[in-house]
């Protein structure tokens, strides 16, 4: 590019950015993560953001959504989160951002290099871009954020409830990388739509440059690879508006440009709009009102889980229970470990000790069961456990070869590696194995009776729930002090053979309970009085013992 077509094409930006009546800039950024407590220590702890509010997810009720933020959440200093716990990687590539960077004093980059260190971050930097210092760090994720010493990028409230010192404090989010094969039209895109105008070139990047100061570079990603979602990727950046007129304006514009598909959202705390620019990153344009405080004070500003307005899953306490846990930084916290078996861990408020370990059916996961079985003793510790084997791409615990016959192999391998998992879990956790109750549903509850025969004495204590046998051939097994519930379903498939199941269990010494739910294969509330009035029973023997 010659420096009079930069001249000129400045020139035509800023007479677009004149015409332009919104307030532009960077209204947040949403970023996709795999590990919640991790996510909370960097950004919370490490970077001293404040965590400003937790929502269940507007698309999805059982995705957890974190904002980041100055004191207030104000505007351009947002960085949120879709949590995707244990979820499947994405990649970085053109049709998305691909680095953040939050504006710091340039004065503080020695602060934030010796913290790095202090907290066992690898930091690249300071370099110069752009002519200002920037320190590149990575969070637990892998995503690029920058840290840009930016003199003029000053939040309106700054935060100094975390252990920053105010002066070094975030300040807000100072711009975002977009990695486009449409280097022009995408720029042309965020130009004329968002307020933007073209600031600087360095080789493949162009550096747009809002009203409020941030930036945008749009990089020349020809020959790259292109981005998959996933955690671990940018999902969108959101553009500041004034109000509502101006969406619908940018909504009209887009339109009639047939430019991209646009969607309307209300989010409770801003209403928006989304697109896709021609280069493929998803944009959104969001309302400066009503803000972060319509729900709560600015003094609890991010201590409460709140529901999107008008979801159909409308169970505040089911969703507290599938929702992954985490602790702020100091506090204490479960530290997961590294074992075979994807798993998360329910700690209610009031823990009396028990432990359920949960084993979910079919296309379920962790989280599948803990609603249930937080109704059946809601004072227990669950623990959720993920299949490794799949169908269709769902979770399983064995792969099936019909509806009615089993992987034999596959079975004995997966129980072998659970065994290992429980082995690992007792030791990490401090599980008393005589204590943990095991519940399996389906296919989980078939593992669970497997593992009765495969690898004795590793379970005491377990509710079967639409049970049936599944191995071929079974070895001797003294199951002489090993309790069982067996619940079968009137109008299920499977259940007739609950009764062969039953039989065996009980010629091999467990002390065998059993009922019928008038129901089919699905769980219920049926479930609930059954299961606690054995564990009464169970809890009445072993006092007396």
């Known amino acids: 590019m010659t420096l009079a077509t930069t001249l000129i ?42 965590l400003v509010k937790q929502t269940a997810g507007f698309e999805d009720a059982t995705q957890l959504h974190l904002f980041y933020g100055d004191a207030e959440g104000t505007p351009g200093s947002l960085v ?56 590149r760090l990575k969070d637990p994720d892998n995503v690029i954020v920058k840290l840009a010493g930016a003199k003029d990028l000053k939040s309106p409230a700054a935060w100094d409830g975390g252990d920053v010192p105010i002066e070094h404090a975030v300040q807000r989010v100072r711009g975002a990388t ?3 094969e449409k280097p022009a039209e995408s720029r042309h895109f965020i130009e004329s739509h968002f307020g933007y105008r073209f600031q600087a070139n360095r080789g ?53 440009e047939n430019a991209s598909a646009t969607n309307l959202h209300d989010r409770k705390y801003f209403r928006s709009l989304y697109a896709r620019e021609p280069g493929g990153t ?37 969703l507290k229970v599938v929702l992954p846990q985490f602790s702020m930084p100091g506090q204490p916290r479960i530290n997961y470990r590294d074992l075979p078996f994807v798993h998360r861990f329910y700690t209610p408020p009031d823990p009396d000790g028990s ?63 659970f065994a ?8 990490s956790y401090g599980l008393d194995p005589k204590k943990v109750v095991y519940v399996g549903y389906s296919n989980g509850a078939n593992l669970l009776n497997s593992l009765l025969y495969l690898h004795p004495n590793l379970v005491h204590k377990a509710v079967l729930l639409r049970s049936m046998p599944v191995l071929t051939a079974y070895p001797h097994a003294d199951l002489k002090g090993t309790d069982l519930l067996v619940i079968s379903g009137k109008m299920d498939a499977y259940g007739k053979y609950a009764s062969e199941l039953e039989e065996r269990l009980k010629t091999s010494g467990a002390t065998v309970d059993s009922d019928v739910i008038p129901g089919g294969h699905d769980l219920g509330d049926a479930d609930v009085p059954i299961i606690q009035k054995w564990l009464l029973q169970e809890n009445k023997v072993q006092k007396t013992q």
């Open 420 to 427: 290992a998992f429980i082995e690992g879990a007792v030791k």
């Open 178 to 180: 977009m990695l486009t």
């Open 355 to 417: 432990v359920f370990v949960l084993l979910h059916g079919s296309g379920g996961n962790e989280t599948t069961l803990m609603p249930l079985l937080n109704k059946v003793a809601p004072r227990a510790t669950l623990l959720g456990v993920r299949g490794r084997a799949t169908e269709e791409g769902f979770p399983r615990w064995y792969k099936r070869i019909t509806p009615f016959s089993f992987d034999q192999d596959d079975i004995k391998n997966e129980a072998e590696a």
């Open 204 to 256: 493949t990047i162009d550096r747009l440059v809002s009203q409020s100061g941030d930036i945008i570079d749009v990089r020349d990603a020809r020959g790259f690879w292109s981005g998959a979602p996933g955690t671990g990727t940018v999902d969108h950046v959101a553009f500041r508006a004034d109000d509502d007129e101006a969406v619908l304006a940018v909504q009209k514009a887009l339109e009639n």
């Open 80 to 135: 949120t989160f879709l949590v995707w716990e244990d979820g499947a990687p994405g990649r970085a590539g053109y049709g998305q951002i691909n680095e953040m960077s939050l504006a710091i004093d340039p004065t503080s980059i020695g602060y934030w290099l010796t913290r790095a260190m202090r907290f066992g971050f690898r930091s690249e930097g300071p370099s110069d871009e752009f002519g200002e210092p920037v320190l």
């Open 282 to 318: 998803l944009i959104e344009l969001a309302t400066n009102q009503p803000g972060m405080m319509v729900d709560e004070p600015k003094a609890t500003l991010g201590t409460k889980l709140f529901v999107p307005p008008k979801d159909s899953i409308t169970n505040l306490s089911d």
């Open 9 to 50: 094409l400045s020139l035509l930006a800023s007479f677009q950015f004149g015409l332009s009546s919104m307030a532009s800039g960077i209204h947040h950024i949403t970023l996709i993560t795999r590990k919640v407590q991790a996510n909370v220590d960097f950004y919370a702890g490490f970077l001293g953001m404040r």
